[in-house]
């Protein structure tokens, strides 16, 4: 089945030691998203590609960054990585031209910074 | 900044039972979907809607669009516990992007 997958799903790090966590999609999507969930709150966009096109938010912070090396694949850094980024990562795919704006999610990556 | 407010923010209700949740905006989108979210994983679309006023069903789902695209709610008749989750409304909004409420989470009690 075309999915959007996301490893691992459960990542703890250290205060201040970088942190990369990756998402795969085969779906042959051109839009690639991350975003940030934390508990009883709105997933919130840090960034996304449009094909290798990178589009930052304007206040997602420098410590975190992205890469797109083809197509299918995603990766999230988190350079030093504070207790505040404690949350859920999603990743999200949309095809351009498919309708409305429409993402589909993965399963998400659960960040716990000790 | 696309601002999207749901509420209530939490519902419990016994099985069987009708609810209705809400997902309003000042602003203008033109679209407007529907997620649900499960503990621990990825919001699974359920539903888009475009038209203002238009009115779809999934199942024991009704979404309805409001006639000025600003707001939608969500009904369900006949609440199973499998329809407990944490249930999203997204507004497509410039280019590619999507803003979220914060969600309307609903537990239905067997």
């Known amino acids: 089945d075309a999915m959007v997958i996301q490893n691992p799903r459960y990542q703890v790090t250290q205060f201040g030691k970088p942190v990369t966590l990756s998402c795969s999609q085969t779906?042959?999507?051109?839009?690639m998203y991350w975003y940030q969930q934390k508990s009883s709150q709105a997933p919130k966009l840090l960034f996304h590609?449009?094909?290798?096109?990178?589009?930052n938010e304007a206040d997602t912070p420098d410590n975190f960054q992205s890469r797109r090396p083809n197509t299918s694949f995603c990766f999230l850094d988190i350079r030093s990585p504070g207790l505040g980024d404690a949350a859920m990562y999603l990743c999200a795919t949309r095809v351009v031209g498919g309708t409305y704006n429409e993402q589909f999610f993965g399963p998400g990556t659960r960040l716990t910074v000790l | 900044t696309q601002l999207l407010e749901q509420s209530p923010q939490f519902l419990s209700i016994q099985e069987g039972e009708n609810l209705t949740v809400y997902c309003n905006s000042s602003?203008?989108?033109?679209?407007l979907q529907w997620y649900r979210q499960e503990p621990g994983e990825g919001p699974v679309l359920l539903v888009t809607?475009?038209?203002?006023?238009e009115v779809k069903k999934l199942k024991r789902l009704t979404f309805q669009f409001g006639d000025a695209r600003k707001d939608s709610s969500l009904h369900i008749t006949a609440a199973q516990p499998g329809d407990t989750g944490l249930y999203l409304c997204?507004?497509?909004?410039?280019?590619?992007?999507?803003?979220f409420g914060k969600g309307n989470q609903v537990v239905v009690i067997p």
């Open positions: 590609y449009y094909d290798k096109d990178f589009n």
């Open positions: 997204a507004g497509a909004y410039g280019n590619n992007r999507l803003a």
């Open positions: 779906l042959n999507h051109n839009v």
């Open positions: 602003s203008v989108f033109s679209s």
């Open positions: 809607v475009v038209t203002g006023g």
